[in-house]
């Protein structure tokens, strides 16, 4: 009984490893690419943030029309290469409304590293805030694997 465990195991693992070199490796979405947008929604609401980094929190925001939708992306053939590849996100799945946003308060001037480079940023304004979002009639998809166990008989 071992032989055929082993035989079925064996079989099993060659043609894991077989499917996973033939798919392709998927790009990680973790940039959003962003597109202007006329939209109809009139909205004038007052919101408070709060942030990964408390500096980039607020209170009080006024939020108002939605201005962009952005959508997951990723990033290839860049030319010239990056200079800071090591500097990556997570993947996204999600869409983005962006909308305009007003904060009284805004955060201290900062040193940011991208895969760019780095550099201080100044003279921040704050201007939009991006939720998730679906677009209409967007479709799931779900995949299904099954797995046949052959039994080998032992001589």
């Known amino acids: 009984m071992k032989m055929a465990c082993g035989l079925v195991a064996s079989a ?3 043609g894991s490893l077989l499917t996973s070199l033939s798919r392709p490796a998927e790009a990680q979405l973790s940039h959003l690419k962003c597109h202007k ?6 909205l004038n609401a ?15 925001c006024q939020l108002r029309n939605p201005r962009l939708f952005c959508v997951p992306v990723a990033k ?12 990556t996100g997570q993947d996204l799945s999600d869409d983005y409304v ?3 946003l007003r904060c009284a308060v ?6 940011v590293t991208d895969q760019f480079g780095t550099r201080m940023e100044k003279r921040y304004r704050t201007e939009t805030l991006c939720v998730p979002a679906r677009k209409a009639g967007a ?12 039994t080998l008989p032992i001589p």
């Open 76 to 87: 290839n053939n860049v030319q010239p290469q990056p200079p800071r590849p090591d500097v």
């Open 106 to 111: 805004q955060p201290p001037d900062k040193q």
């Open 98 to 100: 962006c909308y305009r």
């Open 46 to 60: 007052k919101v408070d943030l709060d942030a990964l980094q408390s500096e980039f929190s607020a209170t009080g």
């Open 37 to 42: 947008v006329s939209d109809p929604l009139t």
């Open 139 to 150: 479709t799931t998809t779900t995949t299904t694997t099954s797995t046949t166990l052959i």
């Open 12 to 14: 099993f693992g060659i």
